[in-house]
């Protein structure tokens, strides 16, 4: 399983404007090709009076499924550029589609590639985009004089509490990168002197949002 991929959380949209012509990219989140398809059919539609909706999408962890469409433009001037962003900034699960309102001059290849370019880059800008990296969820139940070394231990190693309990001892549900776990446990064990009581829960994907952990299905 990959450890970690990145990913559109959060679509959006950009805009630009090149020589009166009007590039607007909107940005989503999918699941599927069949996910992809239906949202660039709906854009489409919202967009039925323009001239162009070119596309492009990633789809797989491992982004293994790509395509893109230059609807009507020349062949080789939008959608190959668009993929080349998301690709370029490791994204997966996501799609995009620029719609373009002629303002009456050519901008020629050259133009044409800036354009949708920069209309994409302007779409990730106003996106969320995260990182969701393989888990486990795993609860530490230790004494309270071990709190102090737990926690130093955690920060040390930028391990995410997600939540703290504390009864007739501390117990720590903490998310455990896969990367991680075997040298974690095996120092949490040291500065416990093997008194921390370790429960693997499940292993899950997760990401960090505004400092907030989000946990994903493998």
């Given at each position: 399983?990959?450890?970690s991929?990145?990913?559109?959380?959060?679509?959006?949209?950009?805009?630009?404007?090149?020589?009166?012509?009007?590039?607007?990219?909107?940005?989503?989140?999918?699941?599927?090709?069949?996910?992809?398809?239906?949202?660039?059919?709906?854009?489409?539609?919202?967009?039925?009076?323009?001239?162009?909706?070119?596309?492009?999408?990633?789809i797989?962890?491992?982004?293994?499924?790509?395509r893109c469409?230059?609807?009507?433009?020349?062949?080789?001037?939008?959608?190959?550029?668009?993929?080349?962003?998301?690709?370029?900034?490791?994204?997966?699960?996501?799609?995009?589609?620029?719609?373009r309102?002629?303002?009456?001059?050519?901008?020629?290849?050259?133009?044409?590639?800036?354009a949708?370019?920069?209309?994409?880059?302007?779409?990730?800008?106003?996106?969320?985009?995260?990182?969701?990296?393989?888990?486990?969820?795993?609860?530490?139940?230790?004494?309270?004089?071990?709190?102090?070394?737990?926690?130093?231990?955690?920060?040390?190693?930028?391990i995410?509490?997600?939540?703290?309990?504390?009864?007739?001892?501390?117990?720590?549900?903490v998310?455990?990168?896969?990367?991680?776990?075997?040298?974690?446990?095996?120092?949490?064990?040291?500065v416990?002197?093997?008194?921390?009581?370790?429960?693997?829960?499940?292993?899950s994907?997760?990401?960090?949002?505004?400092?907030?952990?989000?946990?994903?299905?493998?």
């Amino acid at each position: 399983m990959s450890q970690s991929y990145k990913t559109v959380y959060r679509g959006g949209t950009g805009e630009i404007t090149e020589k009166k012509s009007r590039f607007i990219a909107t940005v989503e989140p999918v699941a599927s090709e069949e996910e992809a398809a239906a949202f660039i059919g709906r854009i489409k539609k919202q967009y039925w009076d323009a001239r162009h909706n070119c596309s492009a999408f990633v789809i797989g962890r491992s982004g293994g499924l790509t395509r893109c469409s230059d609807d009507g433009e020349p062949s080789g001037t939008a959608g190959k550029p668009m993929l080349e962003v998301l690709l370029g900034h490791q994204l997966t699960d996501c799609v995009v589609v620029v719609t373009r309102y002629f303002g009456g001059t050519l901008l020629g290849t050259g133009g044409l590639v800036r354009a949708y370019t920069q209309a994409v880059q302007e779409g990730l800008k106003n996106s969320v985009l995260i990182e969701k990296r393989c888990g486990y969820r795993t609860e530490l139940v230790i004494d309270y004089n071990d709190v102090g070394r737990l926690q130093y231990l955690l920060s040390q190693e930028n391990i995410q509490t997600l939540t703290t309990e504390y009864t007739q001892k501390a117990a720590f549900v903490v998310m455990v990168p896969e990367d991680q776990k075997e040298n974690f446990l095996k120092k949490a064990a040291e500065v416990t002197a093997g008194r921390c009581a370790v429960q693997v829960l499940e292993q899950s994907f997760y990401a960090l949002i505004d400092g907030k952990v989000l946990l994903f299905d493998v």
